[in-house]
């Protein structure tokens, strides 16, 4: 069974600039979450996305966008990188109606 | 809305010392409950869960018991390692009618255990 996989590990962006982290889900979910962890918090619900449509959403503006393909591998877009947006993103994967969710290793986000 | 509260942190322990972390909630409903754990430079990995009152998640020798009328999850170790130092998170998970479940977390509680 494969896990949860995220691309890439690292990434340093310039404030202004855009970005986009990739992630594969483990096999046999069809749910894909995106959290936001900034350095010493837990980690902060951004979207999730089901069949391909964003199905719920924390507290995050709208330039922080996704997609969910249909092989369930997701993207997480953010435009206009704030020195804010520094943090590990980390992506979640789980099958509806499952309150489980399996993690990746993250992806390390430096906005400079 | 739902919230976690985990003990104020960090924790120091020699090895095979007696481990509690405190975790309290807030939610509607019956949310289900998690601790996960956070090694340095990786992401979370499921410890353990409970899904109803009075159910006893355990794993790896961690257990944590869901009280529903103190709504807390304490997370306990009868004796630690070197191998169990970690962030610890603790977490509650709600169905939404239409969403699929979203992970509320504490802010994590930094566990060194020393030889």
């Known amino acids: 069974e494969t896990g949860v996989t995220q691309s890439p590990t690292h990434l340093i962006k310039t404030r202004g600039q855009q970005v986009t982290l990739r992630c594969s889900s483990q096999s046999g979910h069809n749910t894909v979450s995106w959290y936001q962890q900034a350095l010493g918090q837990g980690p902060q619900f951004i979207f999730q996305?089901?069949?391909?449509?964003?199905?719920g959403r924390g507290n995050f503006p709208p330039r922080f966008s996704g997609l969910q393909f249909p092989n369930y591998s997701s993207e997480l877009n953010v435009n206009a990188l704030e020195l804010d947006d520094s943090a590990l993103y980390l992506c979640?994967?789980?099958?509806?109606?499952?309150?489980?969710?399996?993690f990746g290793p993250g992806t390390r986000l430096t906005v400079t | 809305g739902n919230s976690v509260t985990q003990m104020e942190g960090p924790v120091t322990l020699s090895e095979e010392a007696f481990l509690t972390i405190n975790c309290t909630y807030t939610a509607t409903g019956y949310p289900s409950l998690f601790w996960y754990v956070q090694y340095p430079g990786e992401g979370l990995q499921l410890l353990l869960k409970?899904?109803?009152?009075?159910d006893k998640g355990s794993n790896k020798g961690f257990e944590a018991t869901y009280r529903k009328e103190t709504t807390s999850f304490h997370l306990e170790k009868g004796s630690v390692q070197v191998s169990d130092s970690a962030v610890y998170f603790c977490?509650?998970?709600?169905?939404?009618?239409?969403?699929?479940?979203?992970?509320?977390f504490g802010e994590g509680t930094q566990l060194t255990v020393n030889p």
């Open positions: 409970a899904t109803k009152a009075d």
């Open positions: 977490a509650l998970s709600d169905l939404g009618e239409t969403s699929g479940s979203r992970l509320t």
């Open positions: 979640a994967s789980s099958s509806v109606g499952a309150y489980e969710q399996y």
């Open positions: 996305y089901y069949r391909e449509e964003e199905n």
